[in-house]
């Protein structure tokens, strides 16, 4: 079964905007990744934040951590229609499992 | 710079039929994996290769055979297909193990239609 849970499912917003996507997640892991998919393409990786870490940030990405919370978000400031994208969070309970996704959250940009 | 090169990118089988979807990755990765991706499912683990010579079963393993040929290839058998095997597959690959688990590089997905 799937570990994360991305909220929301769904999310419209304009381009300039800002978007906040959620990840939940059951049991403690090593690591949490984020990745993104274009329709009909293949997954790419954007960032991974470890247990240790609480905040990291890439370009107009800023992910955070919360393992009190079992919780992670991504936040994509100056939102562009090329972000329009899905979002997937990923975890793994160890270092020698394998990652484990989420269903998604569908992002549209409308510029 | 291919990265993960996974063929076919498209294929439609009868109920019944069988096929191999062949992945191979040129980044000298130790680990291989195939998903299943299914609309409002994510990506589902189906069979995973920690390192060359071992393989192990994901979240949804039945149906479905693994071979890790070698370090670069690593292919999934459909030994008779079901129309629940509808799915686009993805091969991925990263470096695993001894506490750590990078960053995945992904193929560009295989669409099956059984009819």
């Known amino acids: 079964s799937q570990q994360g849970e991305e909220d929301p499912q769904a999310l419209s917003i304009q381009e300039g905007e800002n978007a906040t996507m959620n990840c939940s997640y059951k049991t403690s892991i090593n690591n949490l990744q984020w990745y993104r998919q274009n329709s009909g393409r293949g997954l790419v990786h954007l960032i991974l934040?470890?247990?240790?870490?609480r905040e990291k940030h890439s370009g107009r990405l800023r992910v955070t951590l919360d393992t009190s919370k079992k919780s992670s978000s991504l936040l994509i400031t100056a939102s562009r229609a090329a972000d329009t994208a899905s979002y997937f969070c990923?975890?793994?309970?160890?270092?020698?499992?394998?990652?484990?996704f989420g269903k998604g959250t569908r992002l549209s940009v409308i510029a | 710079n291919a990265g993960v090169t996974q063929t076919p990118k498209f294929q439609v089988l009868k109920t019944g039929q069988s096929m191999t979807l062949q992945c191979a990755q040129d980044?000298?990765?130790?680990?291989m994996y195939w998903y299943r991706q299914d609309p409002g499912m994510g990506l589902r683990l189906i069979y995973y290769?920690?390192?060359?010579?071992?393989?192990d079963k994901g979240e949804v393993p039945n149906g479905y055979n693994v071979s890790r040929l070698n370090k670069r290839e690593f292919s999934l058998r459909l030994e008779s297909a079901a129309p629940s095997q509808t799915s686009v597959y993805f091969c991925?690959?990263?470096?695993?193990?001894?506490?750590?688990?990078?960053?995945?590089?992904f193929g560009s997905g295989t669409q099956l239609s059984v009819l």
């Open positions: 934040i470890r247990s240790n870490e």
């Open positions: 990923a975890t793994d309970v160890s270092g020698n499992t394998p990652l484990v």
């Open positions: 980044m000298n990765h130790n680990s």
């Open positions: 991925a690959s990263n470096d695993q193990g001894a506490g750590t688990n990078e960053k995945l590089f």
């Open positions: 290769s920690a390192s060359e010579g071992t393989t």
